[in-house]
């Protein structure tokens, strides 16, 4: 079962090879990389391409790792056992199954756990043993959950604090550097197949020199590009209006696809007031 991408994700070489190392030693892969490089969306792409059913584990500040596994409903249970309700005498019926439990009852499946960084730093240890070992135990009820097959686990981190070594050591790594400009440019063509051609060079190249400003507090990243060529194409805008782009500012047209905040606006019209002065 190897993974090759598919006609809707462009996969570049050293990311199959990743997806498909994680497959064969059966560990978590661990992909890390800016946001908008499609990290949550290569786990539903590999779901796709191995015909397999996807699970999302999406992780908050909140979440801690029993709500993986299970929980335990005791208040409804104590609610019901006042209004002498008959379910009370099986405490299953208070058990709430976690994304873990679903994946492992499953059989083959991806199970994708989200921005892992999210949660506290306790929290991939806590998820050690159950990953290592693909079972865990129910107290409540005296059952061990065992997976029926090894699911493709597959973990995203956006780097916003540093993960466990014992937990890194467990996982195949695997780093998402924002795409080049050819690739970038075959993602465009996969979701815009008629898009003319010397809109994308103007775009991608305005594009990349938004990037490449200093100090800009959110870079426009690979879905809010695909966002504004939408724009583009919806408003007509040609290649030679954005090569023409408003010098005063150095603001591309219908900017608010691109950029997200008034400090990133700011920053582009003082470095274009300073390209002006200089130009006297």
């Not at 890194?168 to 050819?182: A, K």
Request: hydrophobic share 40%.
């Amino acid at each position: 079962m190897k993974f090759t991408g598919t006609e809707s994700y462009v996969a570049t070489e050293d990311l199959m090879v990743a997806v498909n190392a994680a497959i064969t030693l059966q560990r978590p892969l661990l992909i890390k990389g800016e946001p908008g490089t499609g990290k949550t969306v290569l786990a539903e792409e590999v779901a796709a391409a191995l015909g397999l059913p996807l699970i999302r584990w999406h992780v908050k500040s909140t979440t801690k790792a029993q709500h993986g596994l299970y929980e335990y409903d005791a208040v409804s249970r104590l609610r019901d056992s006042q209004l002498g309700d008959a379910k009370v005498n099986d405490i299953a019926n208070y058990i709430k199954p976690g994304k873990l439990w679903d994946a492992f009852d499953a059989g083959r499946a991806v199970l994708l756990i989200d921005e892992i960084d999210k949660a506290d730093i306790e929290f991939p240890n806590d998820l050690l043993q159950e990953l290592d070992r693909m079972e865990f135990f129910v107290y409540e009820t005296g059952q061990t959950v065992k997976a029926v097959e090894r699911p493709i686990v597959i973990i995203t981190s956006n780097n916003e604090k540093e993960l466990p070594d014992a937990f890194l050591r467990r996982c195949f790594f695997h780093y998402i550097r924002f795409p080049d400009p050819d690739t970038m440019a075959q993602i465009v063509d996969v979701h815009y197949p008629g898009i003319k051609n010397t809109l994308v060079r103007e775009a991608l190249g305005l594009f990349y020199d938004l990037r490449g400003v200093t100090g800009l507090k959110k870079k426009p990243s690979t879905s809010e590009l695909l966002d504004w060529l939408k724009l583009l194409m919806a408003d007509d805008i040609s290649p030679e209006a954005l090569r023409a782009k408003d010098v005063k500012t150095m603001i591309p047209p219908l900017h608010g696809a691109l950029l997200k905040n008034e400090q990133d606006v700011h920053a582009l019209e003082r470095l274009a007031f300073m390209a002006r002065r200089e130009g006297r």
